[in-house]
């Protein structure tokens, strides 16, 4: 079996990516911690470093890419300083060929959206959100949509990366998963519980279990209430495919199919031993998805890939872009 995951992984940079969503600056301040301040109840952080890295949407580029894939971006960012920083993030493997974010558009009336985390002794103190959750004009929409069709007959997958922050909606969503289901593309969306109401036909979902239990209605504390959670979505969404991650617990692959011999969901163990930060885990299960379908891989060996890159990034503080030598050499060592 391993040998069959090596081979994919060996494949990776073969591999032609989109990816759609919103994307963002994730702003890391790190520091220590040695005091209360006189001024409040609360810690005194003495910033030791800081750094910026794409976040959101931009996040899965990023994993992407360190994988071996070319990457395609399509978002939105405004015109302003921070604009700036995000295409320079994004854009930085220009020069290898690995990310074409000509797709990216600048907004004169949008806020580029920055993430602050504070972080002191390995733990997050605070994070302070600056976003615009405006709604874009059916121009900014038909600018997305021409630019994706543009690309279309050159990607093998696609990734929607919604984080909520209103460039994905309804009509949108509609029209961009229709032209790729015309186009045959793999599609994974990576959701927000409230768009739940609008997500349809794409090849796989990948809530979490908070999403999950906020998407069905179904409070989950067990296994029994996972599955019927996880039937609720199936039947809502009609994916192809629903991959519910559950941080500790692991992995669970639904289908409307057979999944196993008895139609049971395949449920995937965490292979992390210790868990320093799940920030922007889901990123990385959902490119690492992606990356791997679109070079041969079945729907299962897809996610058990996935869940190696998973135990990698959270055994790691801040977002973490895996490689797939890591992930190789994590494999091999099984």
């Keep these: 079996m391993y040998k069959n995951l090596l081979d994919i992984i060996k494949k990776f940079d073969r591999a032609r990516i989109l990816v759609v969503g919103d994307i963002m600056v994730d702003h890391f301040v790190y ?32 994993n992407a890419v360190k994988l071996g894939a070319k990457v395609y971006v399509a978002g939105v960012v405004g015109d302003d300083y921070n604009g700036d920083i995000l295409k320079r993030l994004v854009g930085k493997d220009k020069g290898n060929g690995r990310v074409d974010s000509s797709y990216i558009l600048t907004l004169k009336n949008f806020q580029t959206i920055i993430k602050t985390r504070v972080i002191a002794h390995n733990q997050q103190i605070v994070r302070f959100d600056r976003e615009d959750n405006g709604k874009f004009t059916d121009k900014v929409y038909k600018q997305l949509m021409y630019g994706i069709k543009k690309i279309a007959d050159d990607i093998d997958a696609v990734i929607i990366s919604d984080y909520g922050k209103g460039l994905i909606e309804r009509k949108f969503f509609s029209s961009l998963v229709s032209f790729l289901r015309e186009k045959n593309k793999f599609i994974a969306l990576d959701p927000k519980v409230e768009n739940f109401k609008f997500y349809k036909n794409v090849s796989i979902l990948t809530p979490n279990i908070n999403e999950t239990s906020g998407g069905s209605g179904v409070k989950i504390n067990d296994e029994k209430t996972l599955e019927r959670a996880g039937r609720v979505i199936i039947k809502k969404v009609k994916p192809d495919y629903l991959l519910i991650t559950r941080g500790e617990g692991g992995m669970s692959l639904f289908s409307g199919g057979a999944v196993n011999n008895d139609n049971k969901p ?36 897809a996610c058990y890939i996935a869940n190696a890159a998973a135990s990698i990034a959270v055994s790691q503080l801040g977002t973490y872009a895996v490689g797939a030598d890591e992930l190789s050499a994590l494999l091999s060592s099984d």
């Design 31 to 62: 520091g220590t911690v040695s005091r209360i301040s006189p001024e409040a109840p609360v810690p005194v952080v003495n910033v030791r470093s800081e750094k910026l890295m794409p976040g959101g949407a931009a996040n899965v580029v990023s």
């Design 266 to 301: 395949l449920h995937l163990h965490a292979r992390a031993k210790e868990v320093y930060d799940v920030t922007g885990a889901g990123d990385t299960v959902i490119s690492t998805l992606a990356v791997a379908r679109s070079v041969g891989a079945s729907i299962a060996d």
